[in-house]
């Protein structure tokens, strides 16, 4: 009696685990990095009827996302002047969703939808289920003392930039969007351009949003100016050269000489 009722309750997780976990394996994950593009995959041509623009949309457990009617269009608000399926593609089968400037708080599950019918008997036919995961930017740099840093700040959603030098605790703002005069950095084309680097400048810089999330973090290390002694390079390059291309004459010379001293022999 106990073990069969043990059982059943094992073939009950068992069979909800399954049957549970069978949907899920049809999610397509994709990860975009926060500020660059991100593509949605999505693929209708089994359901499409041939030459009749597709009726699309995407949306989110919360959200309307985009929905696209031929050249009729719908961008939910979070998603103005960032989502589109593009018609030309959509007409090949590819429903793909184009998402600009990517969000942190875009991350979540996508799903599209192919409507179909006339508008008084509107039918949704599911298509596909997207993971969308948005991560930081990370890297390494190093620069030159006396050289330019440059920081990529990606977006528009860039707010502050913050400093931790090598040996510190505590971070300083180096750059705010609104901060006019007190920055230190110059921004040109989304980029923050930090001119004559000094070995101070070295250490851990953060882009931050808004929010007070990074969206990138960058590790800077300042590198010796290596000063180029440039008769000797000028010379090594000479001798390279020579090196290199000289040999073949040498030899041809030498076969000459030889031939003549045979010649004359
Ligand atoms: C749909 O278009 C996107 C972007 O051009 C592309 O990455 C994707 O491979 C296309 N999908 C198919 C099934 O062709």
Same mark, same amino acid.
């Given at each position: 009696?106990? +073990? ?29 990095? /926060? ?31 985009? #929905?696209?009617?031929? #050249? #009729? ?70 620069? #030159? ?14 707010? %502050?930039?913050?400093?931790?030098? +090598? ?23 989304? +980029? ?32 010796? +100016? /290596? ?29 000459? /000489? ?5 010649? %004359?022999?």
């Amino acid at each position: 009696m106990d +073990r069969q009722y043990w059982l059943s309750v094992y073939l009950l997780q068992w069979l909800v685990i399954c049957v549970g976990s069978s949907p899920l394996s049809l999610v397509i994950h994709t990860s975009s990095k /926060v500020g660059l593009p991100a593509v949605l995959p999505c693929t209708v041509t089994s359901q499409l009827e041939r030459a009749q623009t597709p009726h699309i949309q995407w949306q989110t457990v919360q959200d309307s996302v985009f #929905e696209r009617m031929g #050249e #009729e269009l719908f961008q939910g608000d979070a998603y103005r002047e960032r989502a589109d399926v593009p018609e030309a593609m959509l007409l090949m089968g590819n429903c793909s969703l184009f998402l600009q400037d990517v969000r942190f708080s875009d991350t979540g599950i996508y799903e599209s939808y192919l409507v179909v019918g006339e508008s008084s008997i509107q039918n949704r036919i599911f298509i596909q289920s997207v993971q969308l995961t948005v991560v930081d930017h990370k890297s390494i740099k190093s620069v #030159e003392v006396g050289g330019d840093l440059i920081l990529d700040l990606y977006t528009h959603q860039a707010q %502050l930039v913050i400093f931790q030098d +090598r040996n510190g605790t505590s971070w300083t703002v180096v750059w705010d969007r609104d901060g006019g005069k007190n920055n230190m950095g110059h921004l040109h084309n989304n +980029r923050l351009i930090f001119r004559s680097v000094t070995a101070r400048s070295a250490g851990m810089y953060k882009v931050m949003d808004s929010q007070g999330l990074a969206l990138s973090t960058v590790k800077v290390s300042v590198t010796e +100016r /290596v000063i180029p002694r440039e008769p000797l390079v000028l010379e090594s390059k000479a001798a390279l050269g020579k090196g290199t291309m000289s040999i073949p004459f040498q030899k041809i010379i030498i076969l000459f /000489v030889a031939f003549l001293v045979l010649l %004359l022999n």
